[in-house]
C-alpha cells in the first residue's frame, strides 16, 4: 500500500488515527465547483438585484440560508475527501474520538474504557477485503467510517488489546 493510512502510537496515551485516502483529482474538483457556486450565488443574486433597482424581500434570507448550508455541506465533503481523519484518543479512565476535517474538528464523543469490547466489522469495497472498528461498553459505542485492509485492522486490534489493559 503506498499510502498509509494507519498510525498507532502506543504510549501512555496512545493515539489511532485513521486517514482516508485522497480521492481522484477529478471528484475534489467537482466538490469545490459546488462549494463555491453555493457560496457565491447568494451574492451575485443580491449585486444583481441592487443593481436593477428591485426590493430585496424575506425569501431571500431563507435563499442564503439554503445555499449557504449546501455549501458548508460540500465545503464539508471536499475536506473529508481530502484531508479526513478519524482520531482515537486511548486514555486511563476514557476513549475519546472524533472526526478531523483539517480546518475543524466534527462529531466528538467519549467514552468510558471500563469493560470495553473491540470489535472489527468486516465489509467488502471493491472485492477487497476491508474493516471498520467498533469500540462498545454496556452503554456507548464509538464506530469508525473510514474502511481499512483487514489483516492491518486485526493486528491493530492486538496492539491496543495490550495498550489498554
Excluded: C
Amino acid at each position: 500500500m503506498t499510502f498509509k493510512q494507519i498510525l498507532y502510537s502506543g504510549s501512555p496515551k496512545s493515539i489511532l488515527t485513521l486517514s482516508v485516502p485522497k480521492s481522484s483529482r477529478f471528484t475534489r474538483i467537482i466538490l469545490i465547483f459546488f462549494t463555491i457556486f453555493f457560496f457565491i450565488m447568494p451574492i451575485l443574486s443580491t449585486i444583481f438585484i441592487i443593481y436593477f433597482e428591485q426590493e430585496l424581500k424575506f425569501g431571500f434570507a431563507i435563499f442564503y440560508i439554503v445555499f449557504w448550508l449546501a455549501g458548508f455541506y460540500f465545503l464539508r465533503l471536499f475536506l473529508w475527501n481530502s484531508h479526513g481523519k478519524e482520531v482515537l484518543t486511548f486514555g486511563k479512565e476514557k476513549i475519546s474520538y472524533f472526526t478531523d476535517y483539517k480546518f475543524f474538528k466534527d462529531r466528538r464523543i467519549s467514552i468510558s474504557n471500563q469493560l470495553i469490547n473491540i470489535e472489527i466489522i468486516e465489509k467488502e469495497v471493491n472485492f477487497e477485503k476491508k474493516a471498520t472498528l467498533k469500540i462498545f461498553n454496556e452503554t456507548e459505542t464509538i464506530e469508525t467510517s473510514i474502511k481499512v485492509p483487514f489483516e492491518d485492522l486485526k493486528e491493530l486490534v492486538e496492539s491496543i488489546k495490550l495498550h489498554t489493559k
